[in-house]
Nanobody
Framework: QVQLVESGGGLVQAGGSRRLSCAAS????????MGWFRQAPGKEREFVAA????????YYADSVKGRFTLSRDNAKNMVFLQMNSLKPEDTAVYYC????????????????WGQGTQVTVSS
């Protein structure tokens, strides 16, 4: 398994941008597909985006497609979620996660999770 730590959350106005980072520990980082999920108050955790092990392929939820971009740097054990044109409905705790399969949108396929970072989008 890998240990994951998210950063970059905060308060942003609607229409603005935010970049989330996820730092991974462990020499096996490049073996994992990586993803982001989010959870708003009172709602279930939902899939946001995923990226293949070498970063060649990405997959997005319809709600963020065209606005969010997921990338990774295997040399630095980092994953980045660039979020543009943010909306109030994007407000949530965002979680970075590692998976043994790609593509997958299922929580059960993601075996390692970070602690989450809060993103709040004001209208």
């Amino acid at each position: 398994q890998v240990q994951l730590v998210e950063s970059g959350g905060g308060l942003v106005q609607a229409g603005g941008s935010r970049r989330l980072s996820c730092a991974a520990s462990g020499r096996t980082f490049s073996y994992y597909a990586m993803g982001w999920f989010r959870q708003a108050p009172g709602k279930e955790r939902e899939f946001v985006a995923a990226i293949s092990t070498r970063g060649v392929s990405t997959y997005y939820a319809d709600s963020v497609k065209g606005r969010f971009t997921l990338s990774r740097d295997n040399a630095k054990n980092m994953v980045f979620l660039q979020m543009n044109s943010l909306k109030p409905e994007d407000t949530a705790v965002y979680y970075c996660a590692a998976a043994n399969r790609y593509p997958s949108t299922l929580l059960r396929d993601f075996t390692s999770w970070g602690q989450g970072t809060q993103v709040t989008v004001s209208s």
